[in-house]
């Protein structure tokens, strides 16, 4: 099975490069962003409290998103691989993912990281707020997702190259051209 994490900064076309991958490999795109927005969309509990704390650009718990991860995993078990896009964000979350994929006789195939200059990534998420209006895309927001993803998340890159499965690609270029980088990526 070819199980890949998507990894990279807000806005550095991760959900973008999803939907393009998926179609080219028919993987199961697993976005806990998407996930927690449906469960907002779906006025849940668990939907209203994560707003609360995506609109300030934290995170929300890993026990919370690792649980989602578990369920989307039991209830998908057909799938030929997945995409998994903004998970994990922490060491915690990726350590949980080894171990769940592990009881299923799965890992991990490849990380690939996004490398995206972050004057770039503040333009398209402002870009994206005007036009669609997500609510953490604001300028104090969109700062501290960067920041939050500094701290919190980059380790999990370190994490991958642990194990030799860290892949770096330039993200800057239209989407084409990264889609390009990716394909060079996953079919080597
Ligand atoms: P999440 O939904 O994962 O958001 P994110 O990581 O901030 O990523 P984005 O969706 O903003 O960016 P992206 O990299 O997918 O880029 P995209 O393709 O959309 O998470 C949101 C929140 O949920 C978190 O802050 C947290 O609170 C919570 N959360 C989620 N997962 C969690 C977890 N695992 N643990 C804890 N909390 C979690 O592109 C962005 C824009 O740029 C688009 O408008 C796109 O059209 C444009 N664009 C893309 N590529 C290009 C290009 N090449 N050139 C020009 N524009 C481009």
New binding site residues.
Partial sequence: MLNLVLF??????????SEKIINKYELLHL????I??GELADKTELGIQ?SK??AS??????EI?IGMIKNKLLANQDAKGYIF??????VA?AQALDDLLASFNQEITSLIS?VVEKNELVQ??L??GQ??G?A??NLETIEN?IA??EKQTSPVAKYYENQSKYNPVE?????DE?FKRIESVIDK
Avoid at 57 to 62: A, F, I, K, P, Q
């Fill in positions: 990279g900064p807000p806005g550095s076309g991760k959900g973008t490069q976005s806990t962003g998407d927690l927005r994560a704390i995506m650009g934290e995170l929300v718990s890993d998103v896009d903004g998970f994990p964000r922490t979350q996004l398209r998420l870009k994206r036009e669609m997500r953490d895309d997702r939050v993803y993200g800057m270029g239209t989407v990264i």
